[in-house]
């Protein structure tokens, strides 16, 4: 048993919200447009399978601070203005991402039409300028369209490479969000797609309660 399913036993009966608590540095308009996209997620879910039903009194460790954390960690390790959130068709972390550095452009990309209007929704109430959605295929994306990448449940890493040949642009660099399999994730690459990849580790972290380990991992294209 995970550390989410035992602290499931004492779970609030209200959703909570304690970001303010774990990342003042995020300053309050940034604090403020994620508790909208809290409030707002809650929302759609009742109609929309966005988030397990499981994790809704807890979204806010579950789906934002790690999102939070992961994006810090992105943004301290490259210089790319426009960052690609693909397959995410709950907004994570692409808009956590828009939110935390509104300098960068973030382009949220799904094949579900209901979810990338979600994501049009929540990023126009959050008064996000930064952020633009795309509703296609990744595989059928345009070729080298993509220099800075990231996922969060997408896919396995190398289902996620597969697809990625085409949109990736050589040299570019695919930020994966994984649990402690990530290793084995790895290990499963085949050689044929590992010619033209390159894995590493960036971080592993902890949220902010619970001790549940995770870690963030990109593969830059090499050829």
């Known amino acids: 048993m995970n550390n989410f399913e035992e602290n499931e036993k004492v779970i609030p009966a209200e959703p909570t919200w304690r ?7 995020l300053g309050e308009e940034a604090l403020a447009r994620l508790r909208i996209f809290h409030l707002e997620l809650l929302r759609f879910n009742k109609s929309m399978a966005l988030i397990s039903r499981k994790t809704e009194v807890h979204a806010d460790l579950m789906h934002f601070a790690d999102s939070v954390i992961a994006a810090q960690h992105l943004l301290k390790v490259t210089q790319s203005e426009r960052v690609f959130d693909i397959g995410s068709g709950n907004g994570f972390p692409g808009l956590v991402i828009a939110t935390i550095d509104p300098r960068r452009q973030v382009v949220c990309i799904d094949s579900n039409a209901k979810k990338t209007e979600v994501i049009r929704h929540l990023a126009q109430k959050m008064r996000l300028e930064n952020v633009a959605v795309g509703q296609t295929r990744f595989e059928d994306m345009k070729e080298g369209i993509i220099e800075c990448a990231i996922s969060r449940g997408f896919a396995s890493i190398s289902k996620t490479l597969l697809m990625a040949r ?17 290793v084995r994730e790895v290990a499963d690459i085949p050689s044929q797609i590992c010619s033209f990849w390159s894995p590493k580790l960036v971080a592993d972290y902890y949220l902010p309660e619970g001790g549940h380990k995770l870690s963030l991992v990109v593969t830059s294209r090499i050829k």
């Open 166 to 182: 085409k949109p990736m642009a050589k040299n570019g660099v695919y930020f994966h969000m994984k649990g402690t399999h990530w």
């Open 19 to 25: 970001l303010k608590q774990w990342f003042p540095e």
